[in-house]
């Protein structure tokens, strides 16, 4: 099993930025990939952005793209979700994400672990 756990969120003005955190631990693999994926109320959760074991291939939802900026840490298990910019619509709950099959890094069905989430609020 792993253990998925996110951290960072909180309420931010318009403009302004946040770093979300995520840590993943338990049984290991040989590689995985991670991503952050986002719900609002009433909505489906959604893409956020991805990155792979390496580090070297990144994903982004283009409604973030340009704003937000995915990492891996220099602990493999470790991926963090900087966050410039932010609008009120960015509002939601952030979910991290570990993947172990290949592929799909958009889809929410592409991974298999996931974390409780953390709120990021941002007012107007």
């Known amino acids: 099993q792993v253990q998925v756990v996110e951290s960072g969120g909180g309420l931010v003005q318009a403009g302004g930025s946040l770093r979300l955190s995520c840590a993943a631990s338990?049984?290991?693999?040989?590689?995985?990939?991670m991503g952050w994926f986002r719900q609002a109320p009433g909505k489906e959760r959604e893409f956020v952005a991805a990155v792979s074991w390496s580090g070297g291939s990144t994903y982004y939802a283009d409604s973030v793209k340009g704003r937000f900026t995915i990492s891996r840490g220099n602990a493999k298990n470790t991926v963090y979700l900087q966050m410039n910019s932010l609008k009120p619509e960015d509002t939601a709950v952030y979910y991290c994400?570990?993947?172990?099959?290949?592929?799909?890094?958009?889809?929410?069905?592409?991974?298999?672990?996931w974390g409780q989430g953390t709120q990021v609020t941002v007012s107007s």
């Open positions: 994400a570990v993947k172990i099959r290949v592929g799909a890094y958009r889809l929410v069905e592409g991974y298999d672990y």
């Open positions: 338990g049984r290991t693999f040989s590689s995985y990939g």
